[in-house]
T-cell receptor
Framework: DTEVTQTPKHLVMGMTNKKSLKCEQH?????MYWYKQKAKKPPELMFV???????INESVPSRFSPECPNSSLLNLHLHALQPEDSALYLC???????????????FGPGTRLTVL | ELKVEQNPLFLSMQEGKNYTIYCNYS?????LYWYRQDPGKSLESLFV?????AVKQEGRLMASLDTKARLSTLHITAAVHDLSATYFC?????????????FGTGTSLTVIP
């Protein structure tokens, strides 16, 4: 099973709302990632969790708050977003966060977020 | 800062033709990945290239890696419409905090019947 699942598939929210994106994998991977992708652009890394600890934060605004409750789950909490935050949010996982594994990153289907 | 550049950015080609997409990166790395993305969809892993001279083939696509030149190529043979998609290369860098993918700019491929 090489599947990463994400919910919801689509999300529309106002600038004052609080919402969460969820990601799950059951491949035993110990690294999980959040990416943001705007139309016709490559994915931009937001956060990396390594063994359930936040290891990389790419200077993302505090209105995005990641959480890794356990090794299979990754959440992204959203609060007071701006219209420019509208994008496809992708979750990914890989086997070994130390980089010694040669495995690829497996991507979920993404959540299409629209901020009004 | 690691830079990963692809060219061309846009490619329109006729069915049955051959073409090559190039991926250049700015620092030493032995690991290079190719992904495909259909419109509105997620990224699908195509190839994992782990050493200098690595060559992988799947169907009409063949990827290669030259770490000395910091160059990877994705060659398309006898293109068909189903190959229309955006193709990304990604370079894997290992830091103390973990490994991180740097994605190329992407190549949007349209295969015309």
């Amino acid at each position: 099973d090489t599947e990463v699942t994400q919910t919801p598939k689509h999300l529309v929210m106002g600038m004052t709302n609080k919402k969460s994106l969820k990601c799950e994998q059951h491949m035993g991977h110990r690294a999980m990632y959040w990416y943001k992708q705007k139309a016709k652009k490559p994915p931009e890394l937001m956060f990396v969790y390594s063994y359930e600890k936040l290891s990389i934060n790419e200077s993302v605004p505090s209105r995005f708050s990641p959480e890794c409750p356990n090794s299979s789950l990754l959440n992204l909490h959203l609060h007071a977003l701006q219209p420019e935050d509208s994008a496809l949010y992708l979750c990914a996982s890989s086997q070994d966060p130390t980089g010694t594994s040669t495995d690829t990153q497996y991507f979920g289907p993404g959540t299409r977020l629209t901020v009004l | 800062e690691l830079k990963v550049e692809q060219n061309p950015l846009f490619l329109s080609m006729q069915e049955g033709k051959n073409y090559t997409i190039y991926c250049n990166y700015s620092t030493t790395s032995d690991r290079l990945y190719w992904y495909r993305q259909d419109p509105g969809k997620s990224l699908e892993s195509l190839f994992v290239l782990l050493s200098n001279g690595a060559v992988k083939q799947e169907g009409r696509l063949m990827a290669s890696l030259d770490t000395k030149a910091r160059l990877s190529t994705l060659h398309i043979t006898a293109a068909v419409h189903d190959l229309s998609a955006t193709y990304f290369c990604a370079v894997d860098m290992v830091w103390a905090a973990g490994n991180q993918f740097y994605f190329g700019t992407g190549t949007s491929l349209t295969v015309i019947p």
